[in-house]
């Protein structure tokens, strides 16, 4: 069959099933007794079991498979929960993505997993072994339900199944438990169960049979069977349908009610031994079974899904989407700067309607774009874990308002300075368990990770109850790096030292370390935060910990900038950067070591000549009286930017200058002003040092 | 021509530049633009003239006259911008005229000879000669290195 047109949803898909099955191990693990999550777990990995072995890949399934069993043989407490087992389902589920992601790179998604798979397996063994002794008990016990299959209930329902049917119960739906015995002298009998689930998937939805569909169809059973059944239909109708298929000797509906599950939940405890057994009975399955029955599980999944009312939409088109949208809000500028000049007011009204609504299109399709921070975050929680165990630690990661939404263009950046971060907080944040133990702190470290709007901006924050800075260290080191004087030192307030290991040239290669400070340093996290347009800063308290709050704009496609006018030229300067606008008068100018400086507010504030730096003029500055300044901030740096005249605020659509023009300096983009014209955007970043 | 062997032919697109004639594929031609408003972008290389907007697309602009270490002249209504597109990028050249499109035969084309004129000679990938014309077949990769900053290969 032509599969390529499904591999890219096989892929997304994966992808989310292995990231559910990640968060679900780590749950696992806090909980090792619920059986809920193992569940959870199962049902990621039986699905993906089913999708890639219809899509060919047999590693995948072959794996999916092997840990599946061990899921099964957890869940029906054959073995139990040890970190060991976690590992090595972890390890497995990395080999998982790894394959996945070579699909999506193109490759063939194989990979050796023998070992893996061996390892699975001795657990799957080591656990049935411990059950084995009272396997032999619990025989007797499935010999008597065999045979009292007419009277009593055959089917086991777990917390899932139970929960299907509570909830179907709410929506209208009757549950059956249908028995139905095939004379002996059947021949086809998969062909029988073929005709009579047919039926089934008419009149409703079949949560479970026994024994397995993949034995039913096998033939796999003598003449019985049971089928748990979700329908809107009448007992005796589907009573009546059943028997016109022919060959079936006996039919019997009973209508499973609330009671009967409450029952089964009492029951289920005392029922677990002898479950196993059945199961280890039924489990016999080999490859190409499983195949089927992946299928149907999955078609399964999709029909309980349905009510979730989202589409999925390639990114690409979004893209185009607000490509398109960019053009218009370009138009949209050129009709304003029109309907101004002609002062006709049906016009400017129009204009003005026009300018509202598009304004809101605006807000809908960055909405569109946008994604929670979780699918930057859920890595952590893993990296984490692994962190603490490479350090020897202890360490518990919160994390708040993972569904905190961003812009896509933001989301694909922040993932390595957070990484950076985190190791970061994770290696020289927290303490080792003795220390913090006779600091009388709890022994486990938390580390706290949050993202929260506000404004027009989203702040993740990363908290530690750590060490914190030690500021007689941080400044011993700023002082030898030369990054600071002993003479300043002194003045230095204890937010400020804590700034300083962002200061580009602070970490340095002696310190290198598995985890962090490959010598690359904090600064590097400060740089491409502020190149997103965003800011980091840190507060710090020694022995308790510190905070490292970065605050970044919503999206980077569309800013509002000042425009000003530099001779015949316009520029674009961000308005997040600028604090205000000023006139100056030009005797107010001072100079400080061949810098000219002004007094803004009580701070001394430099000047930087725009038209200078820009090359504009031709060295003919004529000093008027007064001087346009606007006042731009780097982190709590600031500077006056000298320009000719502010012209006003837009709304602008980010354009990058292209890869031919690389690193242009003070320059960070590109703008299409209303004229069709092009303006360039000043990047302030680069003018304050 | 209709006898030669080699029957492969391709498209270029001839453009001037003083008295020289320069052929480049029109496989990487996007379009040919007349006299478009440019802004200038600074501290560049005085050859990059600036960015032009083209249809929503922000295009840097190269005065091939300048890259090439030719005199410079201001631009009249013959100045063409010929859009070409790289799998890196898109450049706009300003060229003196644009004015033919040609079909050359391939086996026409021979490497460069030891000096062709003024123009730097890695521009040149080859010369095709056609007709009494002589074509010099620009190298696109080498004019159009990426301008980096700190890179001073300004002449």
Known sequence: ?689 | MTEMIDQKEMKVIVFQLIDKEYAIGVDVVQSIEKLLTITRVPKTPSYVKGVLNLRGVVTPIVDLRDRFGLEVKEMDENTRIIIVTLPEFEVGLIVDAANDVIDIPVGSIEPQPEVVGTVESEFISGVAKVDKRLLVMLNLEKVLEPVKRGTSDER
């Open chain 1, 1 to 689: 069959m032509d599969t390529n047109q499904y591999l890219e949803m096989f892929i997304e898909e994966s992808k989310e099933h292995l990231q559910s099955c990640n968060e679900h191990l780590l749950e696992l693990e806090n909980n090792p007794e619920d059986l809920g999550i193992v569940n959870e777990i199962f049902r990621s990995a039986h699905t993906l079991k089913g999708m890639s072995a219809t899509m060919g890949y047999e590693d995948i399934a072959d794996l999916t498979h092997k840990m599946e069993n061990v899921l099964d043989a957890i869940r029906n407490a054959k073995i139990r929960v040890t970190t060991e087992i976690i590992d090595v389902v972890f390890q497995a589920v990395d080999d998982l993505e790894e394959m996945v992601l070579d699909i999506a790179a193109g490759g063939t998604g194989k990979k050796d997993v023998q070992e893996l798979v061996e390892v699975l397996n001795r657990i799957e063994a080591g656990g049935s072994a411990v059950v084995a002794a009272s396997a032999e008990t619990a025989a007797t016990a499935v010999a008597e339900m065999e045979t009292q299959q007419n009277g009593h209930s055959d089917l086991q329902f777990d917390e899932y199944d139970m929960t299907v049917i509570g909830q179907s119960f709410e929506q209208g739906y009757q549950a059956y438990e249908i028995s139905i015995q095939l004379r002996e002298d059947c021949l086809l009998k998969a062909a029988r169960v073929f005709m009579i689930f047919e039926i089934f998937e008419k009149s409703g939805e079949v949560i479970k049979t026994v024994p397995a569909v993949e034995q039913l169809e096998n033939e796999d059973f003598e003449e019985t069977f049971a089928v748990a059944l979700l329908t809107k239909e009448e007992a005796d109708v589907l009573k009546a349908k059943i028997m016109k298929v022919s060959e079936v000797e006996n039919v019997v509906v009973r209508p499973i009610t609330n009671e009967t599950l409450l029952q089964g939940r009492v029951e289920k405890e005392e029922n677990i031994v002898k479950k196993a057994a059945v199961e280890k009975v039924d489990s016999p399955t080999n490859p190409k079974s499983a195949v089927v029955s992946g299928e149907k599980q999955n078609r399964k999944n999709v029909t309980a899904q349905a009510g979730n009312k989202t589409i999925r939409v390639n990114i690409d088109r979004l893209d185009i989407l607000m490509n398109l949208f960019e053009e218009l809000v370009i138009d949209r500028g050129r009709l304003q700067s029109i309907a101004s000049e002609l002062h006709n007011a049906e016009l400017t009204e129009t204009v003005e309607r026009m300018t509202r609504i598009s304004g809101d299109l605006q807000t809908i399709i960055l909405n569109m774009r946008m994604i929670p921070v979780e699918t930057v975050f859920n890595r952590f929680p893993k990296m984490v874990r692994q962190l603490a165990r490479d350090l020897d630690k202890k360490i518990a990661l919160e994390i708040v308002g993972a569904e905190t939404e961003l812009d896509r263009t933001v989301i694909d950046e922040i993932g390595d300075p957070l990484v950076h971060l985190i190791r970061n907080a994770l290696d020289h944040g927290i303490e080792k368990p003795a220390e913090r133990l006779a600091k009388g702190k709890p022994e486990e470290g938390t580390v706290t990770l949050r993202a929260y709007h506000s404004g027009n901006h989203v702040f993740i924050e990363l908290e530690d109850d750590g060490a914190g800075v030690n500021r007689e260290r941080v400044l011993a080191k700023a002082i030898s790096n030369g990054i600071v004087s002993a003479e300043m030192a002194d003045t230095l307030t204890d937010k400020q030292v804590a700034e300083l290991i962002l200061a580009s040239g602070f970490s340095t290669a002696e310190k290198i370390s598995d985890v962090s400070g490959r010598g690359v340093g904090l600064d590097v996290v400060k740089n491409t935060i502020e190149s997103l347009g965003g800011h980091i800063s840190i507060d710090s308290k020694e022995g308790y910990g510190s905070l490292f709050q970065v605050q970044l704009p919503l999206t980077l496609s569309i800013i509002s900038v000042m425009l000003v006018e530099l001779e015949k030229e316009m520029y674009a300067i961000p308005l997040s950067s600028i604090i205000e606008t000023a006139i100056i008068q030009t005797s107010d100018i001072m100079n400080a070591h061949n810098q000219k400086v002004i007094d803004f507010r009580g701070n001394i504030v430099p000047l930087v000549d725009l038209k200078e730096i820009f090359e504009t003029a031709d060295g003919d500055y004529e000093a008027d009286d007064y001087q346009s300044v606007v006042i731009v901030r780097k982190g709590d740096k600031l500077a006056g930017l000298v320009v000719d005249s502010f012209i006003g605020q837009q709304e602008i659509v980010l354009k990058s200058l292209g890869n031919y023009l690389q690193n242009v300096f003070a320059i960070s983009g590109a703008t299409i002003l209303g004229n069709g014209q092009v303006a360039l955007i000043v990047d302030c970043n680069a003018l304050i040092k």
